[in-house]
């Protein structure tokens, strides 16, 4: 474990190519991790994520990707990453190959990586059209019963990144509140790098926390509300009035591009992406 | 009182609501199902219990979530646990009464379309996908879908199957595998369809008052069968209304509210 | 959900020739309601439990028995179940047919029940003689690697009885602590008997506790330290010097016997049993 | 201060905690295991991570627990979790450096049985059986197994085999798909043993103050090999000693304090 800057763990840990793994399911989304890729300009990446959610709507836009393994690809009680859907739809800025799972697919790929087993099996996959998109879903009979159960090939990134409340200065990290597959993403992973609210002398931990202990953490990032506009439980809230405001700003290619250049590319870091963005997010009008 | 005057919406949203008993076990997605198992509680059955796949097990919101990870149903709920234990030993493991679906396109045997809009690999218009829809989908006891009907919505054939109804209908879907009866009900702006014994047909088997048979018919891409006797829905009470509205206004409070930023920017 | 004695709970849900687990590891474990199986003399049950601990060695010196799956049979710390051997070595009272596991294994198994897959996978069993002599333990390929991985069959108990710290008045139970595989044990149950060291009004429980909904709960029974000599953490610790004192009393037939008619068989419930045993427990020499 | 006396099982532990390094992640069983882990810990490893199978993580108990399981290990540890968990995550995911094991018999490739003495299924002596062990052996990057020498418990044929060491030897283990390495050492209370290379069987390697070797040779159920060179291990320290008996000291005090039996019978 080593404690760096965000530009830091990026530059050493992410390179062009890998499959990586920003996870949080809506909370503890590690935004300013993205946003730092994105400035860093890394290319062909192949990403996971059970939600891509507004982070990879960015990721893939400005070209980051070549491709997306997911769940569920859109803006959570809004509507459509329009991003990611030119990507598909359209090619733009780029092809973009996807590996389309369901959640609870995707979840066992993940345990299965975690675990360091070849696959996963679930009841699932029964009944729909995603194995005959996705040719790593497969099946497999029960030795005992004969049953046929779906299987997952395991998730293993290269490097997974997260978002959490809290380090202590030995390097263990506590979420809590919604944890989505975090920890399995976590340990799936070879290297782990974790963006913290704050680093504390004690963490705030019951018993029975979800701790991840320092020694499978490669790399600490302080970075305060780095999950901004998603939220960190016991920190800040999520900023809904910014996840509607998107649907309109990633709509248009232009206004896409513009935006990320002034707030992404044209900022250095995460306080000065937020010292970018305006006080109040534009409203939205009640459609 | 009179009969309050009430919107397509609103009347869906109660129908929905009304589907669920006290005590029922309830996974939820997000929208029209998450505003109808909220007004079950507010109303009928208090003791429903809400999970949202976000892992939020016993959630009791006071505004709608926008998403389905809010901080407020983490904060409210019993227990929060992981997304694969909420998928493996709660939803698959068959802990789950009612699953409440809705979807782009359903089809006459209550199979769902949530993925694309023309063909998967060129497609007209890329869909979110499925997310947690094909499991709950085959493992909840049974389901109940909600959506507004059109003829664009309720076609003869999806252009991709993400969630399994009664697949070809006539005991397909007994015979796949799926754990769950599947759906038990779907819940539109125009009424209200249920399988048919036997062959598993979605069949218009209540109505709403002020709207036609024809109307629902009409608004169906395929030859809606209708049952022999249709019932009529009692319209929204005022108190279903008021409860219903309280919360979308509470909601819209909730998520118009000044921005986090200015906080956030006095963070070093 | 619903309130019971103890005495009601058994009489009720555990019926001669079930599968039951009584699971807990080293802490939590149900003692009360395992002496209450004895007390109410039920027969021909097959016993799962990871490590069977004094409360096994209790129930199959008493005959309740006839088949025992676990993956570790001693007394902990101190050495062996001496009714469990006398049970394999020489039928008494009984013959006692076993399923042996790895502690891998068996917890595989539980999260198989919990999750109603037919079967569970894992990287185990290698080298060893355990698939041997236990014909559920079998293999299977990697669909994606050809990789052979182990099975084990799913383990669904009709019963599985629990002890935890407290339960609140809708019946939602937490656990607090070490917590084995007993969450997997209740969820891969038919049903779930709770007994508790308090009936709380709102449940001591941070966001990400170990709780078990109400709804999944057959039936709650208060016990003040149901777990006796195991621990509560939180409540009481560990009789370290009663599990020391077993390994005297359990060695003969006759001391075991005696020992049994006296504080289970001759006591009417928990309290009374707790009341009958000498303050001190038995000194016990330092070999 | 001159050498100090001490026992051959004092000798033991303190050798095997020698074997753990600062840092080193490792998976302790009860018994001497633990005695030496937590004396690395005391000792030349203060930041050594202590893993428990009860789940408990980075464990860091003032005694020696009596159980696995025992509740100090849980209150003084980074993070407690299910036994699944550990397992699947932890150990078979491949984050343990180390593991410590014992047995009631050793082969001459590190091979161990604990399971029973005579026939499976008519034991002369039915032992406790595996639990975690055949799995810490399997995928701990390396492990150390420390028990008493004796030709009784050294055999030239295990009755049951529990746990992989080297299989047959001569790399059987490395083809079997066990992920970890392996038996890095044998640490006995006569002296330690490693895997020669390519045969992969057990030879004497270091030897103790005071102990021939031909007293370790006939210590072993099998002609035991020994390396030319056998080293000289250095006698425990002063400080080792010291910290070792504090250690169980504090141990038999807090195992043998009066029963909490007065204080439940207050109970209702």
């Known amino acids: 474990m080593e404690i760096r800057t965000l530009r830091d763990a990026i530059a050493r840990y992410v390179e062009d190519g890998q499959t990586i793994a920003l996870e949080g399911f809506t909370h503890l989304i590690p935004f300013a991790a993205g946003h730092e890729i994105i400035r860093q300009g890394r290319r062909h990446l192949h990403l996971v994520r059970m939600t891509p959610d507004l982070v990879y709507d960015q990721m893939i836009g400005m070209g980051c990707a070549s491709t997306l393994t997911f769940s569920w690809g859109g803006n959570p009680g809004v509507g459509s990453l329009h991003r990611l859907r030119d990507a598909v739809e359209h090619r733009w800025p780029g092809p973009l190959a996807i590996h389309e799972h369901s959640h609870a697919g995707l979840a066992a790929a993940y345990c299965a990586g975690a675990a360091r087993l070849p696959f996963a099996i679930l009841k699932g996959y029964v009944g729909n059209d995603l194995a005959s998109v996705n040719p790593q879903i497969r099946s497999i009979n029960c030795p005992y019963t004969g049953e046929r159960v779906a299987t997952v090939p395991a998730i293993n990134p290269q490097v997974t990144i997260l978002h959490a409340q809290q380090a202590d200065r030995a390097g263990n990290i506590l979420l809590r509140g919604i944890i989505g597959a975090q920890k399995e993403a976590a340990l799936a992973a070879r290297t782990l790098i974790v963006t913290v609210e704050e680093i504390v002398d004690v963490l705030d931990a019951p018993m029975n926390a979800i701790v991840l202990p320092h020694w499978v953490v490669t790399a600490v990032v302080p970075v305060p509300a780095g999950a901004y506009p998603a939220y960190a439980q016991g920190y800040y809230e999520r900023d809904n009035a910014f996840y509607l405001a998107w649907d309109d700003i990633a709509r248009d290619r232009k206004s896409f591009t513009a935006w990320m250049e002034r707030h992404v590319l044209g900022t250095r870091d995460h306080a000065q992406f937020l010292g970018s963005l305006p006080a109040e997010a534009p409203e939205r009008s009640e459609a | ?268």
């Open chain 2, 1 to 268: 009182m009179g009969v309050p005057a009430y919107t397509p919406d609103e009347m869906m949203t109660v129908a929905a609501a009304r589907m669920l008993w006290d005590g029922c076990v309830c996974f939820v997605g997000i929208g029209v199902p998450s505003a109808a198992a909220n007004l079950a509680r507010f109303t009928h059955a208090p003791n429903v219990v809400l999970i949202y796949e976000s892992g939020t097990i016993g959630t009791r919101p006071q505004v709608l979530p926008l998403s389905i990870g809010d901080g407020e149903l983490a904060a409210s709920a019993t227990a929060v646990v992981s997304l694969p234990e909420i998928f493996s030993y709660w939803l698959q493991g068959g802990r789950i009464d009612a699953g409440f679906l809705a979807a782009a396109q359903i089809d006459r045997f209550g199979n769902l379309n949530s993925t694309v809009i023309g063909d998967y690999a060129r497609p007209k218009t890329r869909l979110p996908g499925a997310g947690g829809a094909p499991e709950i989908a085959a493992h909840a006891r049974e389901t109940f879908v909600i959506l507004k009907q059109s003829a664009r919505t309720f076609v003869p054939k999806l252009d991709f199957r993400s969630s399994a109804g009664f697949m070809e209908g006539s005991g397909s879907r007994a015979r796949s595998g799926a754990t769950g009866a599947g759906p038990r009900a779907v819940i539109t702006d125009l009424g209200i369809l249920r399988p048919a014994a036997g062959t598993e047909e979605l069949t218009l088997t209540e109505r709403y008052e002020g709207v036609g048979i024809e109307e629902v018919v009409a608004a169906t891409g395929w030859p809606l069968k209708v049952a022999e006797r249709v019932q009529l829905v009692a319209a929204p009470t005022t108190e279903e209304l008021r409860l219903l509205r309280d919360l979308h206004a509470r909601t819209r409070a909730a998520h118009n509210r000044p921005a986090i930023l200015r906080a956030l920017k006095r963070l070093p």
